[in-house]
């Protein structure tokens, strides 16, 4: 472990220290302005996608981009709230090309994406599926944890204890196949090894949260097999590049039901080459009540905080930064409490113009300390340590006529403990090293992807069997346009997984996931071979989207039940049989007239095991959306009604979730100026009070999702 820091360490320094000359170019020059009255837009981002470059616009609106090498690229623009814009431009040796753009308020707005290439890039363009939501939009649904924050996006629903442990389930796919990133990073949490663990994650400080469906285990690791969630914070800007003078953020927020109350603030303070930035936020939620009541032991409270200091120059970056995350939550259906804490320290660096082919080099290594009590009868029962160093280094090649490409290398090392009445596997070191390539091919009618990772995993406990896993995934991608906006998508990924140290090692009772587990030192790694199809549409009047995915999991690890009980609860053995996933997706929202819009969606899900027929437990039912969006100048009134079809394919120990149609009402009034933008909100949520399960919940049975109220919220970003 300390050979691989050491390791880390000497790299990233001499990179850092080895800057090259910058090569001689043409520049892209224009402005950026409100639509309605051409007044132009201060400190939105214009991104040259292919170079991953970005700069902000000035006071007037205006911005330049210099020593941009001859060629054609996508220039993007984004700001919160407003529709986004992107245009082609032509770069010739030692000219200027003009792109300019006007913004507005929009329904649909240009999602950008990082996670899905490694570079920020429209989601339209991306050839992974990716829902990607802003800061004003998580603004508008205040929510203590990830998976409350997420849950009805397209393919997402929310798996939990109650509502400050819930986490995002994608595609049916839960766990340690799915895995949490903050700002490209592991979160270092332990959310993935039980129904009643948190994520780390205060949505109301984000930048935005993006979730990457299907496997992302080229860029991400093994533990990627599902997708990824990337929570991205304002001030650890992805395209690190100076700026000057304040902006940030600020928010509070209220709301019946269950009392909640919260509120958040950022700063990023640019002078010269030198950065200062901040963040932080409390909130806390008592227990909800549902159409029968109150659900006791749901109530929540969270704080975190973050400063860091950087230098952002011409040829490179960097930044450290540290942070802290303290919470307690209760367990619905028990009396039990969880009180965690987290730690956490960050170093980013990045180089530009390396020469010898390699355009860019940025390198991150984060250390997280996460410690939480299982609290119960007011005494500490139960308490887990997670310790883990990770880092990751990404040189980005130099973009060809036809070529373009990155290829890196990433770690992990980690050690895990827990000591008490829970304390289901031994203290354990758990190692991994993996090297990755990521490569694109540009034709004149299409886009090809290829890429691959071999990646080396050991678990080393104090007690038990050592284990080491070594693997291969690799996928092949292809982007076509079909015609303007327009797009299909084809990819075919083999992915692979090694067990995850609970399934190995666990041992014991364990009521987090209503199971008394018995783990398999002898697991195998699971090997998916999986097929993605989309097809895209997306301009100022129509956004549609069409998902479809098929996935074959050999030797697919699972809480296979056995019929026994102990401990007042079911046997469950980890066991591996093939298995295998389908499902689809369905987005279309539609201007009917330039101030109303026509809002749908659906997802649809179905995972069994292939020998038995049996299905896997906790899998979403068929789900849907309608609403329509009513929008005039800042003004935005959106009723919507949710429906979910009852949820009769059931594992062993399931019980059957009734079918339910549920009505919301949300309503924004946003007001856009030069340095500011301010949005009040209001969330009616429930208007029915409707009762209705979760069927992804752990405690379904003892805890009907939350009835009628309303949360108002106010939030202002300023630049």
């Known amino acids: 472990m300390k050979t691989y820091r050491l390791v ?61 090498p001859p060629g054609v690229y996508d220039v993007i623009v984004t700001m ?144 990627a097999i599902g997708g990824v969630v990337n929570a991205v914070s304002a001030e650890t800007n992805i395209h690190e590049h100076p700026h000057e003078g304040l902006r940030g953020f600020a928010s509070g927020f209220g709301g019946s039901n269950n009392d909640e109350a919260g509120g958040s603030a950022s700063f990023d303070l640019g002078t010269g080459k030198w950065r200062i930035f901040g963040n932080g936020g409390a909130q806390r939620a008592g227990a909800y009540h549902s159409a029968e009541g109150e659900v006791a032991n749901t109530q929540t409270r969270v704080a975190n905080g973050q400063f860091g200091v950087g230098r952002d120059m011409e040829r490179g970056f960097f930044s450290v930064a540290g942070g802290y995350d303290d919470g307690l939550y209760g367990v619905a259906g028990s009396n039990s409490e969880i009180d965690f804490r987290r730690y956490n320290a960050r170093l980013v660096g990045g180089i530009k113009n390396l020469g010898g082919g390699i355009s860019a080099f940025r390198a991150v290594a984060t250390y997280t300390d996460w410690q939480h009590s299982e609290i119960e009868d007011q005494a500490i029962a139960t308490t887990l340590q997670n310790k883990q160093w990770s880092w990751r280094g990404v040189f980005e090649q130099e973009r060809g006529s036809r070529w373009s490409g990155s290829f890196g290398f990433s770690g992990i090392a980690r050690h895990y403990e827990a000591s008490g009445e829970e304390t289901l596997a031994p203290p354990t070191d758990q190692n991994s090293f993996a090297a990755f390539i990521l490569e694109e091919i540009q034709t004149e009618h ?159 899900v179905d995972a069994k095991i292939k020998a038995t027929d049996m299905p896997l437990p906790r899998i979403p039912p068929l789900r849907g959306r309608a609403g329509f969006e009513f929008r005039r100048n800042g003004l935005s009134v959106r009723p919507e009604v949710q429906l979910a079809q009852d949820q009769d394919k059931l594992s062993t120990f399931e019980t059957r979730t009734p079918g339910y149609a549920v009505f919301n009402l949300k309503a924004s009034y946003s007001i856009v100026r030069q340095h500011a933008i301010h949005m009040i909100s209001a969330n009616f949520f ?11 919940s752990f405690v379904k049975d003892v805890a009907p999702e939350i009835g009628r109220g309303v949360s108002f919220g106010y939030s202002v970003r300023f630049f």
């Open 446 to 604: 299409a886009r090809f992807q290829l890429g691959g990772r071999l990646e080396h995993s050991r678990y080393s406990p104090d007690t038990g069997i050592d284990r080491q896993f070594t693997g291969l995934s690799a996928g092949a991608g292809i982007h076509v346009g079909l015609w303007n906006d327009g797009a299909f998508v084809a990819n075919f990924t083999t992915s692979y997984r090694a067990p995850a140290l609970e399934e190995l090692y666990n041992n014991g009772p364990h009521p987090g996931n209503r199971a008394f587990e018995i783990g398999n030192e002898n697991l195998t790694r699971e090997r998916s071979n999986g097929i993605d199809l989309s097809l895209r549409h997306q301009n100022s009047h129509v956004r549609a989207e069409a998902n479809f995915f098929y996935y074959d999991i050999g030797d697919f690890v699972f809480l296979d039940a056995t019929g026994g009980v102990q401990d007042d609860l079911n046997v469950y053995n980890y066991a591996q049989a093939n298995s295998r996933f389908v499902g689809t997706e369905a987005v279309l929202d539609v201007a009917l007239h330039p101030s109303l819009w026509l809002n749908l969606g659906m997802d649809a």
């Open 8 to 68: 880390f360490v000497v790299v990233f320094l001499f990179l850092i220290a080895g800057f090259a000359d910058a090569q001689s170019g043409g520049a892209i020059r224009g402005s950026v302005s409100l639509k309605s009255n051409g007044t132009g837009l201060h400190k939105a981002a214009v991104r040259i996608v292919q170079l991953g470059r970005v700069t902000d616009t000035r006071e007037d609106g205006t911005y330049e981009l210099t020593d941009v």
């Open 80 to 223: 919160p709230a407003m529709d986004g814009a992107s245009q082609s431009v032509t770069v010739q040796s030692g000219a200027s090309a003009t792109a300019d753009f006007a913004l507005a308020l929009a329904s649909v707005r240009s999602e950008v994406t990082v996670t899905a290439s490694g570079r920020e890039q429209l989601t339209l363009d991306a050839f992974q599926t990716v829902t990607s939501l802003d800061a004003l939009e998580l603004a508008q649904n205040p929510a203590t944890s990830l998976g409350e924050a997420l849950d009805g996006q397209p393919g997402v629903a929310k798996r939990s204890s109650g509502p400050g442990s819930s986490r995002p389930v994608v595609r049916g796919f839960d766990g340690d196949r799915i895995l949490v990133l903050q700002d490209g990073a592991p979160a270092g949490g332990l959310g993935f090894q039980s129904g009643d663990h948190a994520e780390p994650v205060n949505t109301s400080t984000l930048e935005r949260v993006e979730v990457l469906k299907g496997p992302a285990t080229l860029l991400y690791g093994s533990n």
């Open 686 to 696: 429930n208007m029915g009070d409707r009762l209705y399960r979760n069927h992804v």
